[in-house]
Each structure stands twice: as C-alpha cells, then as structure tokens.
C-alpha cells in the first residue's frame, strides 16, 4: 500500500486548474465525420482526446464492422480470437475467457471491458461475462483495444489492457439490421438493430439479440450439460439539446444461463442477471468540452449447484466529470474527476454487504513539440475504501475475516509519437496500472460442512509496469499496414482468489481456502503483423506474437494454485493468418490460428486436487462464404474449425466444429 495525504484536496485543485485555462474550443468526437475526414478510424478511448488510429500514444488495434461482418462471428470473444497479441479460451458456448498479452486464466481478471465507455468488467468475482454485454453486433461501429496498461484513464483492473466496444451513434447514424442464424449443436441465434431519428435533434436506437443452443460435447468435472442461454435488450438515445450540447440516455437489461468453468477448475452452473442505466451529457464550451456521466450497473449472480448455492446482488454507481481543454495550437489538457460506489449483497456468501468507495482524480497533457513529434503523460490517483456491514465470519484462531481497508494508488501512462517519415511512425510508452482484488477477494466467506472458503481484507493490490517500443510501416505499394511492438513488463504480488489460491494452514493448524497474495511475475513480448488489400477485393493479414512469462512464485506453490501460474497458462507462441476475396455478390474470407501449448488446470474431484492439464499446441481455422442476394440482404454459411471436429483448447470441454448458416438484411 501506498501512503499519502488523502484525496480532500482534489475537487480544489480539479478548480484551480481549470481556471487557468484559456478559451478555447474542442468538437465532440463524430466518428462518421472524422473518418471520412482522415481515412482511418478515429478513436478517443486512448487518451480521452479525439485522435486518429495512427496518432495515439499506445499500442491499439481496431476491429471495424466490416471486419465483424466477414468474421462471421455471433459473439464477441469470436470476433477477438483473430487479433494478434490475444488468448481466447472458450470453456464453453457461452463462457470464453480473453487475455491480452499472456496471463489469461479462467474468469480472467486483468482485462477491463467498456461498452460505449461504460464499464460492463464485473467487480464482483472480477470478470466479464461476454454474452451479458448487451449488444448486438450489428450495433457495433468497432471495437478498441488497448494492449498494456490503461489505468491513468480507466482506473483499475485495465492492467493487461482495454476493450471498449463502440456502438452507432443513433445521432448520426441510421442502422436498421435484423440478422437470424442456426446451425450445428442446435444453435439459434437472432439480432435486430432499429433507429429512429429526428435529423439534427434526437436519435434513438433500440436494439435485441439471443442466443441458444446445446453445449460442447464431453466429459468435464462439474458439467451439467446446462443449455446454455442467453439475450438482451439495449435503448440507445443521443439528443441534441442545443449547438455543440448533446445528451446520451441509455438503459439495458439482459440475463445468461450457462455453465461456467471458475478457477478451482470445474464447471458449475451459473444464471447472471444485469440491468443498467446511464446518462453523459457533453457541451463544447469557450473552456473546452466539459463532460458529466452518471450510470449504475446492477448485477445479480446466481450459482444453481445445489451444494453451494451462491447468489448475491452486485450494485455499481459511476459518476465521472471531465473538461477536455486545449491551450494555444500545441497543448490540449484533460481533467477528471470520479467517484464509485461497489456493493455486493449476500447473508449467504457475504455476510451482510461488502463494498469499496471510489474518490479519484486525474489529468492528461498532450503536448505537440514539433510537426513530428508529440508527448502525451497522464496520471491518476485512486483513494480506496473497502467496508463491510453485517455480521463477523471468524476463522478458528485468526480472528475475524471483516475489517475496514483504505488503500491509495497511483497509475501514470506516459507515451511519445514520432512520425519518423510519412510512411514510418515509432512509438514509446511507459506505464504503471494497478489490479485491485475483487469484493470475492476481499470478502467472501462460507462455511462448507467445516470446508471454510474466505476471502482476505488484507490483501495488497498488484501493480503492472510497463515498458515498450512499437512501429508502424505504411506500405502503400501493397496496401497494407507493418506493425512491430516489443514490451516488457513486471507484475508485482500477484492476487489468487478464495478458490484459487489453494490450502491455507492456520495457526491453530486448520485448513482453509483463503484468498492471498502470490509472488511477483515478469514478462517479455512482442507482436509483429502485416495487413494489407488491393483494389481488386484482395485483403489479407499474417502476425505472430511472442509472451515469455516468468513467475517468481515457488513451483510448490503455484501447484496448488494453478490459477495464478501465469508461466504455465500463457501460450508463448501464437501465429494467425487469413485472407478474403470479395468477387461481385460473392465475399469468401479465411482466419487461421496456430498456437502453442499451455497448462490449464483441472480439479479431480475424487481427490479434491487442481492439477495443471497440457493444453497442446492446436490449429483451428474459419471459413465464411457470404453472397448478396441483393443490395440489402446477404446469405452467408460459416464453417468454425473446419480443421478439426474436435479440439481441446482448454482443461474443460473440447470445442467441437460447427456449421452455421444465416441470413442478413441491412437499410
């Protein structure tokens, strides 16, 4: 823990500061406009500041819709699974865990998920659960992700990175789309996108989607062979209130049913519930734009296993402020301020309410030193406080679980952009982020017929640092696009969860599932890619990257905690390569993956031990055939793993191929 003056002071300074400022005005970020302006995506999600795809102080890869629509895809960890630089594991249908440069796991903590820069990552057990995100894909304008650390924007738990999906601004953008599929292992999958608008006033989106079918076939501890479910319901509202002001109204809801691998390695099944409802309203003042968003997220959590039966209720309250300023032609600021309300509700599982505050403060200075050459530096301070309200839970000889927490963190994202020439552009970034423990971390607590599973107020948060070179090559020649990053990075007191982190004896020489802190973990890495088209319908990508991790923590140790031996679970090589052809009416595309071997874990339940299980290096590839049957409507069929009917890519259920067909219609 880091210890210094308290956060009183912030709201002060946050004035003062915004008080020196000259007039100056900045546009709210119209992503339409601005790509048809510069040819390439535009993106705010690095910095807080509209930028070019090109431009921004971190390593950022851009998925678009149209690369969506070729996928063929009707998920989300789908569409990421031909990114370079990223481990998806799909434990099942509808449970996929995604990592960002190494250090993936089950329930994968370290990667923070936004919708439209809402958080929609899970404090409560630290995850996310994709097919909860309430969107359809159809909705989606593109999806950012920021690999390596991101928390002087985001806060915690944006260690390994950031993935925010951008939906269609109902302002400006008219998407009217309904899309049906079925296939292999009685899959039923439909979306509808419908918008109404009033040009130049108010637009709003209404949006649907679902999902069913049977799970993987095979046999794994704890499966059911649950059918897993799931939809969601999304209304997106942009109003124009007056010139350059613009308030965004947005609520959802949505539910999945599924089984789910958690980190004592097995499977057990799960009904998530969520519901959400958030507000931003922006205005370009003479002191730049000033923005206020306000939204709180409700989650529910129930574990149908009838001999845990954990069910609690995660409620989550956001407020943000920030005024985006520029000062002269070549310095632009960004201050901010946040306040978060974390509770979970649970007699079972909690013993009352758990919960943390939030009081945070940061700033963002872009400074363009030359026509060539920029600097941006961000930093931000997080003031915690963890409590608990409800009755004590005692551990026999070591006292109660409960006791109040305050922590303070800092976090910096520091990165230089130098346009070597008009065709080269080198980057160098440095970064600090912070992991905080989640509340099952802190404070979950159960007595299991004298089997005591207990969360830990004590535990420290992990910290990542990070440091990298990256280039960028435009090719014009080939149309294409050569992107080389190296990293490395330290992660100190790694966090195992109450179920992860394996046998605790203590002093009195009980037994116990305790959560704790683990050793430190470094890495080193890199990613190399090209990706290019033609003017004849040819696109094509290959890349390859490279995650060396190293984990400080004794082997005795991590083999009774398998979840937190990121050296064993990170695959150290993975390749990717695809090509498509769009002929006419006709598009074919093309993804393949190789990637090395991993150890995951499994828990034998005769024994009651997790053991680390090799995963062998696999290849799995996608075809889709798509073809316009007319300017609005396309067939498509897409063959998933056409390799191989079926292949183990985790400790859990093998992933089976699976034939799809669909049908799509677009105004």
Not at 377 to 399: I, K, M, Y
């Amino acid at each position: 823990m880091i210890s210094f003056p308290r956060l009183a002071l912030l709201p002060v300074t946050y004035t003062l500061l915004a008080a020196t400022a000259s007039p100056a005005h900045a546009q709210s970020l119209d992503h339409a406009a601005f790509e048809q302006l510069f040819g390439e995506p535009v993106t705010d999600s690095a910095t807080g500041k509209p930028q070019r795809a090109s431009d921004v102080p971190a390593e950022m890869d851009i998925v678009t819709a149209e690369d969506i629509r070729l996928s063929g895809a009707d998920n989300l960890p789908d569409v990421l699974n031909f990114v370079a630089g990223l481990d998806v594991r799909p434990y099942g249908m509808q449970d996929a865990a995604v990592g960002i440069r190494g250090y993936n796991t089950a329930l994968n903590p370290r990667v923070l998920v936004l919708l439209d820069g809402r958080q929609v990552y899970e404090d409560d057990y630290g995850l996310t659960v994709w097919p909860l995100i309430p969107v359809a894909l159809s909705a989606i304008r593109q999806i950012e992700i920021i690999k390596g650390p991101s928390s002087a924007l985001y806060g915690f738990n944006a260690v390994s990175g950031v993935i925010n999906i951008v939906t269609y601004d109902p302002l400006r953008d008219k998407t009217i789309a309904a899309r049906v599929e079925g296939g292999s292992q009685s899959l039923a999958y439909g979306e509808a996108v419908a918008t109404v608008q009033d040009p130049g006033r108010m637009g709003i989106r209404l949006s649907a989607e679902g999902f069913r079918s049977t799970e993987f076939r095979g046999n794994a501890a704890g499966n059911t062979g649950q059918q897993p479910h799931s939809g969601s319901v999304a209304l997106d509202a942009r109003f124009q209130l007056a010139p350059g002001i613009e308030w965004d109204l947005a609520g959802s809801i949505g539910s999945v049913d599924s089984n789910y691998y958690i980190d004592i390695g097995s499977y057990t099944p799960v009904g998530f519930k969520a519901n959400s409802l958030s507000s931003r309203l922006s205005a370009d003042t003479g002191l730049g734009t000033l923005k206020l968003d306000a939204y709180r997220n409700e989650n529910r959590t129930s574990d149908n296993q009838t001999v845990t039966n954990d069910h609690w209720q995660e409620d989550v309250v956001v407020v943000q402020a920030s005024d985006l300023v520029k000062f002269g032609r070549n310095h632009a600021f960004r201050l901010a301020a946040e306040y978060r309300n974390n509770v979970a509700s649970s007699l079972e599982s909690f013993n009352g309410r758990i919960g943390y505050s939030i009081v945070a403060g940061s700033l963002m200075w872009d400074w363009q030193i030359l026509r060539n050459l920029s600097l941006t530096n961000a930093v931000r301070v997080d003031d915690v406080s963890v409590s608990h309200q409800g009755a004590q839970f005692e551990l026999p000889g070591a006292g109660g679980v409960y006791h109040d927490v305050d922590l303070i963190e800092p976090s910096f994202n520091s990165g230089a952009v130098l346009k070597v020439t008009d065709f080269d552009t080198v980057r160098l970034t440095a970064a600090r982020a912070v992991q905080l423990p989640s509340l099952v971390d802190f404070g979950y607590a159960r007595n299991f017929s004298g089997t005591i599973v207990a969360g830990n107020a004590g535990l420290q948060p992990s910290a990542v640092q990070n440091y990298e070179v990256d280039l960028d090559r435009r090719l014009p020649a080939f149309g294409a696009m050569l992107r080389v990053s190296v990293f490395a990075q330290r992660t100190t007191t790694a966090i195992g969860s109450p179920f992860g982190s394996g046998i605790t004896v203590l002093p009195n020489g009980a037994p116990v599932f305790i959560a704790r802190n683990f050793g430190d973990s470094s890495e080193v890495g890199g990613e190399i890619g090209i990706k290019g088209r033609s003017r004849s319908g040819l696109r094509w990508n290959l890349s390859y990257a490279l995650a060396l991790v190293h984990d400080d923590t004794p082997e005795a140790e991590l083999f009774s905690a398998a979840s937190v031996s990121y050296q064993r679970q990170s695959p150290t090589h993975s390749v990717i390569v695809g090509a498509g052809y769009s002929w006419r009416r006709l598009d074919l595309d093309m993804q393949a993956r190789w990637q090395s071997h991993i150890q995951d874990f499994r828990i034998d339940l005769d024994t009651r031990v997790i053991a680390p299980v090799t995963v062998p290096n696999y290849i799995t590839m996608n075809v889709r055939l798509g073809y316009r049957l007319t300017n609005r409507i396309t067939a498509s069929l897409l063959v998933e793993q056409l390799n191989q009917q079926s292949l183990a890519r985790t400790a859990g259920l093998q992933v089976n191929r699976r034939f799809v067909g669909g049908i799509e219609v677009k105004f």
